[in-house]
């Protein structure tokens, strides 16, 4: 059996304000492990290839372990209304970055 370590796990916030902890592989984006905990308010269309924005989150929590977002990040995170400082989008987010304390919140909808 291979063992694949783990990201630190960190808290997601859904649009309803349920709070859960999430964890994933480290080689896996935010986006898959948020993703993969079931929660559905995450729609990610392109599937992580930042070509969209339906996986924007607000890093509440632990961006300080982060890098900036890339001019592909940065531009397509322009395209939402809810843009704040603490946006990023999920699948640009590795979660070997991802440190203790991070907290996420889902983004609302475009």
Do not use: K
């Amino acid at each position: 059996m291979f063992y694949q370590p783990l990201g630190a796990p960190f808290e997601v916030i859904t649009r309803d304000g349920e709070r859960l902890d999430v964890e994933g592989a480290a080689d896996a984006s935010v986006m898959e492990a948020i993703r993969d905990a079931g929660v559905d308010d995450l729609r990610a269309m392109c599937g992580g290839c930042c070509s969209c924005a339906t996986c924007h989150v607000y890093v509440e929590a632990g961006r300080e372990n982060l890098p900036p977002p890339g001019p592909d990040e940065d531009d397509l995170l322009d395209s939402s209304a809810w843009r704040t400082d603490q946006s990023r989008l999920s699948c640009q987010l590795a979660m070997r970055d991802i440190g203790p304390g991070c907290r996420i919140r889902i983004a609302p909808e475009d």
